[in-house]
């Protein structure tokens, strides 16, 4: 053993598992150019090949289900949890700030703009890519470090069709959901914060809430979850096919399915908002 | 009938780091062969090499007129349909029942009846010993029944080529020798090829028809049982013996200061020990693939180290061999496979209740259409 970069070590790079788990691999994959062009290469690739795989008869519904009740046991409790004090927060700040304007009866107003546009699509991302994206991963990645992925191609089935699409698609289907409950449970919770702390009257609530609000604000906000959706599903798909070492590994994608998730929601969010604001003009009063 | 291997030039790499390279061989059509090696000599990415999990970096791997490595990717998964595969862990799917996991590939690609694909599984859960077993999650048993599932998921649809990632890890030494005759049996039922890496020597001795070597990089030497353990090659001769003596050192390579040092010690002139007798597959089944014993030796010119091919009752199987074979042949075309031919398929057990046959007759009984 007198060099130890050919010693035992040595030898298991690339030995048992077979595919790179080791320290060295990881230095090298790590550079620069590795994280700017190969990963989201490789990534684009994935969401290529499931896009792919959507169309590959039969769809498998079972699994489509299961992972939906899954997801939604994840994060629904959460989901109100967080909603109601969002949708109070906003009503105090904003209320507040229109009062001192000498606005208040159009604290309903804001209610729409920032529950329903913004705030119920974000709600929805931080419990998709938490919740739903990292529990998904940690499934995939555990699967995978315990060579299920490769048996499963072994046997001759594709683990994008039997594996990924229908957690895609049942976590875009959730979210869709889940938007819909955060923007309810959210404008609710306004409600209540306006009406009894801050001495708004309901009517003035309901109906500056009809002056400013129009159904495509509703139908931009489900899209958005739906793409939510579908982004945290391939991230956490890309992320736990590619676990390599150990448990560890799967801490680790699961971190960083998070992370990216975050980043790549909230990149998304601004985009379609801002592509909104241009295709969709605001409605008059 | 199994099929033929045929690998040309494969190398592979992780990075700047050579796995192996140039690894030429013909694996047998219906032959077990073993592939050993010093741990991290890259046996296990070898192997997924094979069935396509991983891409080599140049060089061909020929199953029939198909070159697995430049496959589109549906041709890939069909052709992935002719190979069983036993990982090292067993890769059961964590979620289902070792029912369950052996029933997928006959769910998965199959018509079966649910009534069909009980009885089958039933049957290979018995032939890897785990009857009373099918309702336990994988969670809940060791690592050596884990195994057994493997290969009993590996083996429900009659696969042509079997792999197996080594089956002795984390196995008793019985249970292994159990193992070894049924992969031995199974050979003879459904003649499928065999490619077992192990780093078990008694396995590697006893059980092949061929045996193969990679060391430092690259094959170092491929061929017949025989061939290997009357091989004066330092290398070979020192793993297949588990010799401290030889080139293979701790880390990889021993100096030369070692081997210097050894040489003068004369230890490296002892005597081979002699070939033990191969495995034979019981129930008086005759493999296709297997050699006459002292067949090669024979052929080549070479002379075996005393006392090999004798047992442990002390017949030599050289001169046991023609009578052993010849006895086989009036015990009829139920039992003994004929020469070169497909091996019978008994007609399915059928029948009221005759679901779980104890002992499930040789041949398969409903063989899986793919």
Same mark, same amino acid.
């Given at each position: ?19 790179? *788990? ?6 090298? *994959? ?20 499931? *896009? ?43 209320? *507040?700030?229109?009062?001192?304007? $000498? ?129 945290? $599903? ?52 | ?88 862990? +067993? ?248 020469? +070169? ?11 009221? +209740? ?17």
């Amino acid at each position: 053993m007198s060099a130890p970069e050919t010693g035992i070590g040595a030898g298991r790079r690339g030995g048992r598992k077979g595919d790179g *788990g080791s320290a060295t691999f990881r230095k090298i *994959g790590d550079g620069a150019a590795n994280v700017v062009v190969r990963e989201p290469g490789r990534f684009f690739a994935l969401c290529l090949d499931t *896009g792919r795989a959507c169309f590959v008869w039969p769809f498998q519904w079972r699994e489509f289900i299961q992972q939906a009740w899954f997801i939604v046991s994840v994060t629904v409790v959460p989901t109100m949890l967080v909603a109601i004090p969002f949708g109070g927060v906003l009503s105090l700040q904003v209320g *507040g700030l229109i009062r001192q304007l $000498g606005a208040q009866s159009y604290t309903g107003a804001t209610a729409v703009v920032a529950i329903v546009r913004e705030a119920s699509p974000l709600v929805t991302s931080l419990l998709v890519a938490g919740a739903a994206g990292s529990a998904m991963c940690a499934d995939i990645g555990s699967r995978k470090i315990r060579e299920e992925i490769d048996a499963m191609e072994v046997l001759g089935i594709n683990p994008l069709h039997r594996l990924v699409v229908p957690r895609m698609f049942a976590c875009a289907f959730v979210a869709l959901f889940l938007n819909g409950l955060v923007s309810v449970v959210g404008l609710l919770g306004g409600y209540f914060f306006n009406v009894m702390l801050q001495g708004g009257t309901p009517g003035a609530y309901l109906a500056s809430f009809n002056a400013i609000a129009q159904l495509p604000d509703l139908l931009q906000a489900e899209f958005k979850a739906f793409v939510f959706g579908i982004t945290a $599903g391939l991230v956490a798909a890309y992320k736990g096919l590619n676990a390599k070492g150990g448990p560890k590994g799967v801490g680790d994608a699961v971190n960083q399915t998070v992370v990216i998730t975050f980043m790549l929601l909230f990149l998304e969010n601004f985009l379609i908002s801002t592509l909104y604001f241009q295709f969709v003009p605001s409605k008059g009063m | 009938m199994g099929v033929e291997i045929r690998v040309e030039g494969l190398t592979k790499s992780f990075g700047r780091q050579v796995i192996w390279q140039d690894v030429s061989l013909t694996i047998p059509a219906g032959e077990i062969s073993v592939l050993l090696g010093p741990s991290g000599t890259g046996k296990s990415v070898f192997l997924k090499s094979l069935v396509g999990l991983l891409k080599p970096d140049r060089g061909h791997i020929w199953i029939g007129d198909r070159d697995l490595p430049y496959l589109p990717e549906r041709d890939l998964y069909e052709t992935r349909k002719l190979f069983g595969v036993l990982f090292q862990d +067993g890769a059961l799917f964590g979620s289902m029942s070792l029912f369950d996991n052996i029933a997928f590939p006959l769910r998965e690609h199959t018509k079966k009846s649910e009534s069909d694909v009980k009885r089958i599984v039933m049957e290979k859960m018995d032939m890897v010993g785990l009857l009373g077993s099918e309702h336990k999650l994988p969670g809940e048993i060791s690592g050596g029944m884990r195994k057994r599932a493997g290969l009993a998921r590996a083996l429900v649809l009659d696969p042509e080529i079997l792999l197996v990632d080594e089956p002795d890890s984390g196995l008793d030494p019985v249970r292994t020798s159990f193992l070894n005759q049924v992969f031995i049996d199974l050979n003879a039922q459904i003649g499928a090829t065999f490619l077992i890496v192990t780093h078990d020597i008694n396995t590697a001795r006893t059980v092949p028809d061929n045996i193969g070597l990679l060391y430092r990089r690259h094959l170092a030497m491929f061929g017949p049982r025989e061939m290997l353990l009357s091989s004066e090659e330092p290398v070979v001769r020192q793993f297949l013996n588990a010799s401290k003596v030889g080139p293979i050192g701790m880390s990889e390579e021993k100096d030369e200061s070692e081997l210097e040092a050894e040489a003068k010690m004369g230890l490296d002139s002892g005597k081979l020990p002699p070939i033990p007798p191969q495995q034979m597959a019981s129930d008086g089944m005759l493999r296709t693939g297997m050699h006459a014993p002292g067949a090669w030796c024979a052929a080549h010119g070479v002379t075996p180290p005393p006392g090999s091919f004798i047992d442990d009752l002390g017949r030599n199987w050289v001169e046991e061999w023609p009578r052993y074979v010849a006895s086989l042949t009036p015990v009829g075309a139920a039992s003994a496979p004929p020469p +070169g031919g497909m091996p019978p398929s008994a007609p399915p057990p059928g029948g009221p +209740g005759g679901q779980f046959p104890g002992n499930p007759p040789p041949g398969r009984p409903g063989g899986a259409g793919y």
